[in-house]
Structures are given as structure tokens and as C-alpha cells.
């Protein structure tokens, strides 16, 4: 062996991650790939690949061994609101409009005091980073300085996401909104400080929802988005009362998606589209050729009485899709939890809505919290070679019981039963954060 090749040898060993214990992972929804005392290995941070036996290649290396526990990829929470955690389970019985005002709105105002934002985002980062979630697209507030604080902390935590600052021009309370100009400055300069300030924590533009932002301000984030070659969030569709005031305000679009269509903002790198509930099936096609990802958030969609998303007729078009929390439309921001609400709504969706349309799987629905929210980063959320390595190590020995159960068996019972005290060890991009 010449002397390069036994130097590279080494750089090669010393980026390798090698853990052991019971692997499962959904390469696509129609199946889990299991594989019982597997190992699954990295290298910089990037699968090569899952192993009932530790190829000759790695021996030597180090194997982190974790035992009975299950392995599986981290899970992706497409859509949620860090500044609404502290106001989880609240206002449950209002639906979406009124939420906004007497709830969501009133606590987002106190994002203008630093040392709330502080204490309230330290409280967030730290929930998010101790449950199964390694990476999140997520809404601030429309203020700067609070969202930068939210940043910083996010980039600590090793969690991989993209945060929004929020842009409200119109029919929002006095102390919510931004004139359009500001709203436009302040972007443009925020974007570019965040690009060069962070690794991980990555600006996403971030219009609220059309009722809380004019054409002239959506338009030029729009161009925002295309300057930068950076992504879009907003919400779409989520609530009757709000698709109507959207016609109202925009009588010349055809439809919600319509709107955002024309000013740019449905084919962005890509757009993220939350809630999508009550798509026609022109906009489902649309959202499928502008490749936008339609974001589901079951639970938040049950507790503001919002409706049930049709997510296999979405599936069967051909549109992409993540799964979201949406904190604090939804009250838990676990996505576990979320994989068993996207079950239990696709379930009575079924059979309240329409018998033709079959209920989700568990793999379906495990497949969307993880590969297919995960798409958005590109090779994320499957241990296929290539991807990048996320992983969560969940101790189930405690709710798997006595009898003989397969390492799907013990994913379903993870997802309804376990909680954030399962969680032994999370890895993001290789790097170990818990
Ligand atoms: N639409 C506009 N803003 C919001 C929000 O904060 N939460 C939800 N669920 N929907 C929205
Ligand atoms: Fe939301």
C-alpha cells in the first residue's frame, strides 16, 4: 500500500460512526426496513450504509453499541411556531381566526422584550431538542432581534432548521404589524446577517398568511426568495372562514394558492405550504408542479376545528409531503405524537368523510415525519447510503411488554407510547446532540 493510501485510510476511519442496536427506517411508505442488532454506519456524516454484520472494512473502528434499543431516523417538523410554545393548550375551543387574535397575536406582541423572548425561546429550544425531532422549519415573530436570539440558540443546540421571521402587513392588531417597507428592509438585512452568521440555522422567507400580508409585500419577498435562492413558508388553506376572507380580498384569484402563485412565491427552493386542507384539485396539481411541499398538521387541524386534511388523496396526486406540530395550533410538539394524529385523522377522515379513501399506515405516516418532511434538506430522513445521518436512539424496554414483538411492533408502540424519557441518544448530521 503507498504511503497516500494508507494516510487516507486513516482520514477515512476517523469521520466513520458506527452504531449498533435495532435499526428501522422507511425507505418509502409502502414499507420499514428493519434490521435486528444492525449496524448502521457514517461516514462525515453520511450513511454508507445498514449492516446485519459490521462489514471486515470497519473493524477496528469504534462501534457505539446501544443494545435492545431501536434506531431509527430523526423525525422532521415541517411547520411549527416557536414564539406560540408557551401558549400550548390554550384557547382550544376557538377556532382559527379568533385564536389568532385573543391568543396567538396577544403573545406574539411580547416578543418586542428581549428578555421575554429570551427566557421563552430557551424554554422551546429546549423541548424541541429532547424529543425525537433533529430538524424543524419554524415561524418566529415578526421581530428581529428576538427572532436572531432564537437563532442563536437553535445553532447551539445542533438541531439542523430554518427559521422565519414573520412579515404582517395588513389586518393585523397595532401592535403586530409592519409598514411594507419596513417589512421589506428589515428582511433583506436579517437574510443576509443569518447567512453569514450560521451553520445549521438557515433563514426561510416567511409571509404569514395572505389575510396578514399585501400583494406589493408578498411580491417582493418573493423577489427576496429568488435574490438569495432561498425557500418559502407560509400557511394555505387551513380554515373555511379564512378561504373566504382570502376571496374576498383577492376576488381576481381563482383560488388561495392562486394568490401566492402570482407573486412568486409557490416555486421557490422549495416552498412550504402548511395545513392544505381544503385544496381543490387545480391547486393540488399546482402545488405539484410548482413542487411545493404541503405540510400536515393533524392535531392542529382538530383543535381549531379546522377540518381533516385529505392526505391520501394528496399522496395519490403526487404531491409531496411533510408532517408539522404547528405549535400551538397543536398542543404537543411531539412529532411521535403527530405520526399517531395523522393516523387517528386519516382514520375518522375515512369513515366520517369518504370510505374510498384508506387510512394511513404506519409506515405512510412514519415515512412522511421523516423522509418525506426530510426532502426538503434533500438525502434526509432514511439510512439509504447517501443520506445524511440523523439518528434517534429510543428505549422502549419498558412498554414492549413480554411477548415476542417485530422491531415494527415496537415502532408502533414507540410512536403512541413513548415520550421524551425514551429518548437515550440523538444524532444530527453525525454529530452526536444528545
Ligand atoms: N395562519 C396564520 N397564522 C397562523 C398561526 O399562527 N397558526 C395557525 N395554525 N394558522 C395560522
Ligand atoms: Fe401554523
Known sequence: MSATAELKGAIFLKNTLILKGNIIYAASGSELTAVENGYLVSEAGVVAGVFPQLPERYAGSEV????????????????????????????????????????????????????????????????????????????????VPATEILMDMLEQSGLVTYVGKVNMDRNSPDYLVESTRDSISDTESWVRRSLETYRNTKPIITPRFVPSCTAELMTALGEIAARYNLPVQSHLSENVNEI???????????????????????????????????????????VRERGVLAVHCPQSNINISSGIAPVRRMLDKGVKMGLGTDVAGGFSISMFRAVADAIQASKMYAVLVDRSQAPLTLAEAFYIATKGGGSFWGSVGSFEPGYEMDAVVIDDSDIIGNSPLTLAQRLERAVHLSDDRHVKAKYVRGEQVM
Not at 382559527?96 to 391568543?103: G, K, M, R, T, V
Not at 406574539?108 to 423572548?117: G, I
Open 64 to 143: 457505539r453499541d446501544y443494545g435492545d434499543s431501536l434506531i431509527i431516523p430523526g423525525l422532521v417538523d415541517l411547520h411549527l411556531h416557536a414564539p406560540q410554545f408557551a401558549i400550548r393548550g390554550m384557547g382550544m375551543d376557538l377556532e382559527l381566526i379568533p385564536w389568532l387574535n385573543q391568543y396567538a397575536f396577544a403573545e406574539e406582541k411580547k416578543y418586542s422584550d428581549l428578555e421575554y423572548a429570551a427566557a421563552a425561546y430557551s424554554a422551546f429550544c429546549a423541548a424541541l431538542k429532547s424529543g425525537v425531532t433533529t430538524r424543524a422549519a419554524i415561524f418566529a415573530s415578526l421581530h
Open 244 to 286: 373566504k376572507w382570502v376571496k374576498e380580498l383577492h376576488p381576481d384569484c381563482e383560488t388561495y394558492s392562486d394568490v401566492y402563485d402570482r407573486c412568486g412565491l409557490f416555486g421557490q427552493q422549495p416552498t412550504i405550504m402548511a395545513h392544505c386542507v381544503y385544496l381543490t384539485d387545480y391547486e393540488m396539481d399546482l
